[in-house]
């Protein structure tokens, strides 16, 4: 309960803001996009992670805050790199309760507007379960954003109940395969395999979750996964430490 008084007046203060994780194309060799993950960054517990805020953001409704703030600022940093000749694409968790807003979709505009950011340079993630929402308000913002050219990823495929049928219709652009699958491997290669070759069918981009180790980047490259993101290539960091990064990267491509 004082944690909730807390976060309504971190909200308030800008203490919650993203931290930027990197996924790695190994076409390209270089970091092609960057997850933006919510961090509570308060005077005297330090850096308070998405685990102990998120859910009870969620119980509470300030969850469409919570989400608004990460999405205003991720993108509003996306494009100040794109100023500085950084060219990196952005991803932003959605929880279900955003999607439930009727002017979600107006508003993911208007903050693209208000930054001039292309569309296509932002992924929203959702979980494979909210596919299976009969709610209108939910499929009506899906429809939107889809048509405004933001792009859809599934995020964390694998761990829940997926209506695949339906995910072959929704046409999503990307799906990131759950860090326990790639974490399992090679005990469930199979497995893995068979998932990669459904993504394949289905035309989208192939993003592995979970990489720790030299080998399993070089599995799920092997594999055909577009993308990799994991501890290997880097933690989430601050958008400073992001930057860092970004510029090295350009410099060694
Ligand atoms: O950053 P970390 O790996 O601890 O994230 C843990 C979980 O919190 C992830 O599953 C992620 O989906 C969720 N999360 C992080 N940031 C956000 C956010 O901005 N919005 C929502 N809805 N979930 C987030
Ligand atoms: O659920 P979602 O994928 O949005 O959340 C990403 C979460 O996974 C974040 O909490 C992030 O810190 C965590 N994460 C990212 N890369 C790795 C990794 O290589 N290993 C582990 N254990 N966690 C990771
Ligand atoms: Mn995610
Ligand atoms: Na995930």
Redesign the pocket.
């Known amino acids: 309960l004082e944690l909730l008084a807390d976060l309504r007046e971190a909200l308030r203060a800008g203490h919650i803001l993203?931290?930027f994780?990197p996924r790695f194309a190994p076409g390209a060799q270089r970091i092609v996009a960057v997850e933006?993950?919510?961090?509570w960054i308060h005077p005297e517990r330090g850096v308070i992670?998405?685990?102990d805020f998120?859910p009870i953001s969620?119980k509470c409704g300030l969850?469409n805050q919570?989400?608004l703030t990460?999405?205003e600022q991720a993108v509003r940093q996306r494009c100040a790199w794109e100023r500085r000749g950084i060219d990196v694409s952005v991803s932003?968790?959605?929880?279900l309760r955003?999607l439930c807003e009727p002017d979600f979709a107006a508003t993911v505009q208007r903050i693209l507007e208000t930054c001039g950011c292309a569309p296509a340079r932002l992924e929203l993630?959702l979980t494979e379960t909210l596919l299976l929402e009969e709610n209108l308000v939910v499929a009506r913002n899906l429809e939107k954003v889809r048509l405004l050219g933001i792009r859809i990823a599934i995020?964390?495929f694998g761990t829940g109940y997926s209506n695949l049928a339906r995910l072959n219709e929704m046409a999503v652009d990307c799906i990131k395969i759950d860090r326990s699958l790639i974490q399992g491997l090679p005990r469930n290669e199979e497995i893995v395999r068979l998932v990669i070759a459904m993504c394949s069918f289905m035309q989208v981009s192939i993003v592995a979750e979970g990489i720790e180790t030299p080998a399993m980047a070089e599995w799920a490259q092997r594999h055909g996964c577009h993308e990799l993101q994991g501890y290997y290539f880097s933690r989430?960091v601050a958008a400073a430490a992001m930057e860092n990064l970004l510029l090295g990267d350009a410099g060694r491509a």
């Open positions: 993203p931290y994780q933006a993950l919510a961090r992670m998405p685990a998120i969620e969850i919570v989400g990460i999405l932003v968790n959605v929880s955003q993630e995020d964390d989430p």
